[in-house]
């Protein structure tokens, strides 16, 4: 048995391997990171419909798959963890208008530092679930 490492692929294979899509899913936390993320990005006191808000997250994340039910699973969310942590609502506004759902993001200084504390919660969530994944030694979970 030889304790050198593998060799190098052959010249002509691809060096990128496409990953999967990924159907995006209410309470993953890869989800939530990629649509708070998103939302941080939003311009403050501004109205933005839901689908355009959808629209941007299925442009930019191409392998993956956002659907409006989804993106206002985790929109809700961060409405409530504002309220819980301001006790008010003025923060993460959800509307429904005549164009459909809108939202709009506080314009003060407070919000940027407590979207980022809810991303590297999300981050978090993240890392535990691949270390978890990387613990099992088995697909199916065999043990």
């Known amino acids: 048995m030889s ?36 939302v941080a990005c939003l311009e403050r006191g501004t109205q933005v419909r839901l689908d355009t808000l959808v629209d941007r997250l299925n442009a930019g994340h191409l392998d993956w798959l956002f659907t409006r039910s989804v993106v206002a699973s985790v929109l809700v969310t961060l409405q409530a963890n504002w309220m819980t942590d301001y006790r008010n609502a003025s923060g993460i506004v959800l509307n429904d208008g005549p164009d459909g759902a809108t939202l709009t993001i506080e314009d003060s200084s407070r919000v940027d530092p407590w979207i980022v504390r809810q991303a590297l919660r999300e981050e978090a969530a993240c890392r535990e679930a691949l270390a978890e994944f990387a613990r099992r030694d088995r697909v199916a979970g065999g043990g």
């Open 3 to 38: 304790t050198t490492s593998p060799r190098s692929a052959p010249a002509g294979m691809p060096r990128n391997l496409p990953a999967p899509p990924v159907i995006a899913e209410s309470g993953d936390p890869f989800t939530s990171l990629r649509v708070i993320h998103a």
